[in-house]
């Protein structure tokens, strides 16, 4: 017996030995994410010459393609069969002529209804009935169309949720877009919302958002509209209403109601920016870091730069791709294969990471994990904590038991930062979970990370500028991302895909 304990102990001394190597050479090469690289980087992605990087813009395409020749330069291989960028289509409608007649009288765009022009078919729509439906409301404890068969009606509802109603579940219901979604299930045409404060502009509205996909025959028309022709559409008079119409039964009402919309849609070109690093064994597995490179382009004549939103997720991006591109060089590199993406559109509705989820160059079932970065860079004015540092994690627990207690454990082991979740509840107000492009990873089934520093008073603003970040706290957060994604491209398993989450 007493000879077998040399070598027994030997052997776990080169096991602990080796164990310690590994950490060693992740925080080796952890220490490639400095702030100087950062701001070199961010410097030209947030510049002037990139014109705010707005979809489908000449300056979006300056920033691909300096993001893709970063990408070569370091030896990773292109994420598509087609070369470093994943190119989609954008569609975007510019109206040539809408109108709305309302019992004889006719109403003017933008001063007493607005449209989302994305959502309507070209053509002439004759409504003879409207379904009044109070909130539109579908959900456990209410039901604001159980008394009323809408099939091929159009309704018309509140925006909004109603006041002091505490019983109603506040989940994304609520949204107008999820509302419409409900009524086009239960057959609505074509769906009025009255809005809280329907504000008028002095221009027309003539071009509208971009979308992802053409809109097809079965669109339901959604068309904002004011108090008074809220009353006008359910044929009362408003001039003798000094109720609100809240106070209005529900039910159905005849309506003489013509609208026309004629337009026509452009379409667009942009692209997604993705490279690979092979792993080693475990190849065939990947783990996804992401962040969005577009921004808000140029509006009268200022530049939205976009140095924090999203350009430090982009140039963090960058620097993890330096940081792990330099391990595999020297003989350390990942088991599974890393995908770096930098996506377009997330402005516009993050259309670039879903365009990828529906047609995704790896397979989602295979990646373990998407690391999203967006907005790394700043302070939120009203944390409440260290602000030097913090960092807003969300989603970590969403789809997968044990992300949340790796992310605290790498944390702890490196870098100590207050990881701070407020934000992480579905029911939100601010409703994070579901704004950047993690989430189009999350409702097909990926375990995420949401990587976030809140929002100040330069957010959507010109003023969000490069001198305005925080490097040094830039680079600590930016070291999370990278200990997380080395651990999760060399643990021996997969991420767990054991919690059912309603999306």
């Known amino acids: 017996m007493k000879k077998l304990l040399v070598p027994t102990f030997l052997f776990a001394v080169a096991t602990a030995f080796s164990q310690r190597q590994q950490i060693d050479f992740a925080n080796k090469y952890a220490q490639d994410i400095t702030a100087s690289g950062l701001k070199e980087k961010l410097s030209v992605i947030a510049s002037a010459e990139m014109e705010g990087r707005e979809t489908a813009t000449p300056g979006q395409r300056r920033a691909a393609a300096y993001i893709e020749n970063h990408f070569?330069?370091?030896?990773?291989?292109?994420?598509?069969?087609?070369?470093?960028?994943?190119?989609?289509?954008?569609?975007?409608?510019?109206?040539?002529?809408?109108?709305?007649?309302?019992?004889?009288?006719?109403?003017?765009?933008?001063?007493?209804?607005?449209?989302?022009?994305?959502?309507?078919?070209?053509g002439s729509y004759n409504i003879n009935e409207i379904v009044f439906a109070s909130y539109g409301i579908v959900d456990s404890s209410r039901n604001d169309y159980k008394d009323f068969n809408i099939k091929g009606k159009w309704v018309l509802i509140f925006e909004g949720m109603p006041d002091?109603?505490?019983?109603?579940?506040?989940?994304?219901?609520?949204s107008n877009s999820m509302k419409v979604l409900q009524a086009?299930?239960?057959?609505?045409?074509?769906v009025f919302i009255m809005a809280r404060d329907f504000v008028k502009k002095t221009t027309v509205n003539k071009k509208g958002r971009m979308y992802l996909k053409k809109i097809a025959t079965e669109s339901v028309p959604v068309i904002t509209v004011t108090s008074d022709l809220a009353h006008e559409l359910l044929g009362l008079n408003p001039a003798r209403?000094?109720?609100?119409?809240?106070?209005?039964?529900?039910?159905s009402y005849k309506s003489r109601v013509q609208f026309l919309i004629n337009k026509r849609t452009l379409t667009l070109q942009s692209s997604n920016v993705v490279a690979l690093l092979p792993g080693t064994d475990k190849k065939n597995e990947f783990?996804?870091?992401?962040?969005?490179?577009?921004?808000?382009?140029v509006k009268d004549k200022e530049i939205y730069y976009g140095a924090d939103d999203d350009g430090s997720g982009t140039t963090g991006v960058l620097q993890i791709a330096q940081a792990f591109a330099k391990a595999k060089n020297e003989g350390h590199g990942p088991r599974r294969s890393i995908v770096f993406m930098?996506?377009?559109?997330?402005?516009?509705?993050?259309?670039?990471?879903?365009f990828y989820s529906e047609h995704p160059?790896?397979?989602?079932?295979?990646t373990t994990v998407d690391l999203n970065i967006d907005m790394v860079g700043r302070i939120d004015p009203d944390y409440k904590g260290d602000s030097s540092n913090y960092l807003y994690i969300i989603g970590d627990d969403k789809l997968s038991s044990n992300l949340r207690p790796v992310t605290d454990s790498i944390n702890k082991r490196y870098l100590n930062l207050q990881l701070d979740r407020r934000f992480n509840d579905l029911n939100d107000s601010n409703r994070?979970?579901?704004?950047?492009?993690?989430?189009?990873?999350?409702k097909n089934g990926v375990p995420v990370i949401f990587y976030f520093n809140g929002t100040h008073a330069d957010y959507h603003r010109p003023t969000d500028t490069v001198d305005k970040i925080k490097f040094d706290l830039m680079a600590k957060r930016l070291k999370l991302v990278f200990f997380t994604a080395w651990e999760m491209s060399n643990r021996n398993e997969m991420m767990t895909r054991d919690i059912t989450l309603q999306q």
């Open 361 to 366: 160059a790896f397979p989602l079932t295979k």
């Open 342 to 354: 930098t996506v377009s559109g997330e402005e516009k509705g993050l259309l670039g990471s879903e």
């Open 184 to 190: 086009k299930a239960l057959g609505a045409n074509g």
């Open 287 to 297: 783990v996804l870091i992401t962040s969005h490179y577009d921004h808000l382009g």
């Open 432 to 442: 994070y979970y579901y704004r950047s492009d993690h989430y189009n990873f999350a």
């Open 241 to 251: 209403l000094l109720e609100s119409i809240k106070n209005v039964p529900t039910g």
């Open 164 to 174: 002091n109603e505490a019983t109603l579940e506040k989940s994304s219901n609520y």
């Open 72 to 122: 070569q330069k370091l030896g990773l291989l292109p994420g598509t069969t087609s070369g470093y960028q994943m190119q989609f289509p954008v569609y975007q409608d510019t109206l040539i002529e809408t109108g709305l007649q309302v019992n004889g009288k006719m109403y003017r765009l933008d001063d007493s209804f607005s449209l989302d022009i994305a959502s309507a078919a070209n």
